[in-house]
Structures are given as C-alpha cells and as structure tokens.
C-alpha cells in the first residue's frame, strides 16, 4: 500500500518537473550579450563604410533577435522562464537588443559624416 502512494505521488508532482527547467532551452545572458555586441561592432563598421553592407550584415542578428523576443514571450516558455530568471533576464534581452540598434544608427551617421567629409574635400579641390 506504501508503495502503491509514494508511485501515484510521485506521478502527480512530474508535471511540476517537467516544467521546472526552461533556462536551459533559452540562451544565456552572456550569449545574448556576446551576439550583441560581436554584431554591433561588425554593423556598425559596415554601415559606416558601405550603406549596403551593413543592412545586409544586420539581417542575421536581427531574425537571431527576433527568434529570441518570440521564444521568451511564447505561452509555453514565457511565464516559467519570467519565474527562474526574473525580470532583469528580459530587461537585458531589451537593452542588448537596443545596443544593436543603436549601433545600426551611430554607423549610419559616422558614415554619412565620411561621406559628407570626403565630399566637401573632393569639391574644394576641384574648384583649385
């Protein structure tokens, strides 16, 4: 009979295990940080030098981002994820997304600053 109630209780608390570890299906903080910063630093450069280059260079980063904010607000992940990790796991989701973007936008002006530089050199040697 003892044994027949430790089985059935251990039957109904395996839902509660199953669900228990979600951390492992979702990619680290340092992951989401090395991919933001690691791409930041290649877009960036490639925007700054070729408008083109850096849009497609941030094709890549931006569908890895978009399959990350879509895993970690899914219904199934989601909530037991917010329960392991807490807010600051998609606080810093957010903010290295945002150091992605922000970067997308300080290359395109550092380039368009070249652009405008080289160009104003170009005409002043021309009218000499």
């Known amino acids: 009979?003892?044994?027949?109630?430790?089985a059935l209780l251990a039957l109904a608390l395996m839902p509660g295990l199953a669900l228990a570890e979600v951390s492992d299906k979702t990619p680290a903080l340092w992951?989401?940080?090395a991919v933001a910063?690691?791409?930041?630093a290649v877009c960036?450069?490639?925007?700054?030098?070729?408008?083109?280059?850096?849009?497609?260079?941030?094709?890549?980063p931006a569908l890895w981002f978009a399959g990350l904010l879509l895993e970690i607000?899914?219904?199934?992940?989601?909530?037991y994820l917010y329960?392991?990790?807490?807010?600051?796991?998609?606080?810093?989701?957010?903010?290295?997304?945002?150091?992605?973007?922000?970067?997308?936008?300080?290359?395109l002006r550092l380039g368009e600053?070249?652009?405008?530089?080289?160009?104003a050199a170009a005409g002043a040697q021309s009218r000499t």
Do not use: C, N
């Open 83 to 107: 329960a392991e990790q807490g807010w600051s796991y998609y606080l810093q989701a957010y903010l290295a997304l945002a150091v992605f973007l922000a970067s997308l936008v300080l290359g």
């Open 37 to 40: 910063l690691g791409a930041s």
């Open 44 to 60: 960036m450069a490639g925007m700054a030098w070729r408008r083109w280059l850096g849009a497609a260079l941030a094709v890549v």
């Open 113 to 119: 600053r070249r652009r405008r530089a080289s160009g």
């Open 31 to 33: 992951h989401i940080w």
């Open 1 to 6: 009979m003892k044994a027949r109630t430790t």
């Open 73 to 79: 607000h899914s219904t199934d992940v989601g909530p």
